[in-house]
């Protein structure tokens, strides 16, 4: 088992990853009758991809010897209804280093095959931008 999900009421999980004991919570957003006091499931997703994404870059980054420590992502998550789903995720990753040309474009590269990236239902649309320093 990856995660613990429990159902704490009023709209709120706790979510547990069991091999760190790490958690957070999440809440229906204010859209579909919660507080939005805390990410949504849909926030997860979308924030799990701009994650995935930095995660694999750190990887490459990493063989070819570059620091990205600092690089950051904005996340945008559009919703759709009927059904409701998410219909866009925007990401803009923003680098904290200005390699040459052939890493950046090896790194945006990886990126663009995160785990996440793949498994997002093609309809969802993707809008990824590089911000290089």
């Known amino acids: 088992m990856t995660s613990k999900v429990t159902y704490l009421g ?7 990853h ?3 004991g790490n958690s957070f919570i999440t809440d229906a957003p204010l ?3 919660g507080k939005g006091e805390a990410f949504s499931p849909t ?9 995935c994404m ?12 570059v620091d990205l420590t ?3 992502a904005e996340v945008t998550k559009i919703m759709a209804s009927n059904p409701r789903r ?14 040459d040309e052939k890493i950046k474009t090896k790194l945006e590269q990886t990126a663009k095959t995160c785990p996440v990236l793949y ?11 590089f911000v290089w320093a």
């Open 54 to 65: 930095l995660t694999v870059m750190g990887i490459k980054a990493r063989d070819l010897e």
């Open 119 to 129: 498994s997002l239902h093609p309809d969802i649309k993707k809008d990824v931008t």
């Open 70 to 72: 600092g690089s950051y």
């Open 86 to 99: 998410i219909s866009k995720i925007g990401v803009v990753l923003h680098m904290s280093t200005s390699p």
């Open 18 to 20: 069991l091999k760190s």
């Open 31 to 33: 859209d579909n009758n």
């Open 43 to 51: 926030d997860t997703v979308a924030t799990g991809l701009a994650s």
């Open 10 to 16: 009023n709209l709120r999980t706790q979510c547990v």
